[in-house]
């Protein structure tokens, strides 16, 4: 079974950094692009970030380019996002998902960040 | 980027009955490979996204027949013939034929 589970959440300072984590098993990690997806409070999905299976190549929305960076780990079957120069209108639920066939198969659970003073 | 129009904003439906949901692009979401790149998903209240359909018209795996997808072009379509409770949630479209992928702000199926 297919799982990706999200941590590294919380409250943060506006300007201030955090990172992001995804967990990933059940299926071979290393095979996958792999992706970053948020949603604001009340709002709808927004594409954050991918990153190609051997992590050679990395794409990013213009809302966070040159402050997010994606990485990953093959041999921990791990995701991460760390983001700096947090903006109020980071605040999200972000969300890791698997990347097969230009689409997001499965999702993981999700993790808040809020950014405020 | 592709703009994603999703309609209508909620969608209120009786038991039992069919639940239609449109999605429009600002662009054709043909790619050059072939292939059309739209999804869609279901977001139960609480709960993180579930892809329901892939490539326009493929059902993943686990999902009820009675979700079908259709369209081409411009112009997308997700049908419920029989609305059941466990289907209520927000209803998202996604189109990845073009960089960046981008998402529709998502249609709530309210039960009448």
């Known amino acids: 079974e297919v799982q990706l589970m999200e941590s590294g959440g919380g409250l943060v300072q506006p300007g201030g950094s955090l990172r992001l984590s995804c967990a990933a098993s059940?299926?071979?990690?290393?095979?996958?692009?792999m992706n970053w997806v948020r949603q604001a409070p009340g709002m709808g999905l927004e594409w954050v970030a991918n990153?190609?299976?051997?992590?050679?190549?990395?794409f990013y929305a213009d809302s966070v380019k040159g402050r997010f960076t994606i990485s990953r780990d093959n041999a921990k079957n791990s995701l991460s996002l760390q983001m700096s120069s947090l903006r109020d209108e980071d605040t999200a639920v972000y969300y890791c998902?698997?990347?097969?066939?230009?689409?997001?198969?499965?999702w993981g659970q999700g993790i808040l960040v809020i950014v405020s003073s | 980027d592709v703009v994603m129009t999703q309609s209508p904003l909620p969608l209120p439906v009786t038991l039992g009955q069919p639940a239609s949901f449109s999605c429009r692009s600002s662009?054709?979401?043909?790619?050059?490979?072939?292939?059309?790149?739209l999804s869609w998903f279901q977001q139960g209240p609480g709960q993180s996204p579930r892809r329901l359909i892939y490539?326009?018209?493929n059902r993943d795996s686990g999902v009820p027949d009675r979700f079908s997808g259709s369209g081409s072009g411009t112009e997308f379509t997700l049908k419920i013939s029989r609305v059941e409770a466990e289907d209520v949630g927000v209803y998202h479209c996604?189109?990845?034929?073009?960089?960046?992928?981008?998402f529709g702000q998502g249609t709530k199926l309210e039960i009448k």
């Open positions: 998902a698997r990347g097969v066939a230009y689409s997001l198969d499965y």
């Open positions: 059940g299926f071979t990690f290393s095979q996958n692009w």
């Open positions: 990153i190609n299976p051997d992590g050679s190549a990395e």
């Open positions: 662009r054709n979401l043909a790619h050059s490979d072939g292939n059309t790149y």
């Open positions: 490539q326009v018209s």
């Open positions: 996604m189109q990845s034929s073009h960089w960046p992928p981008t």
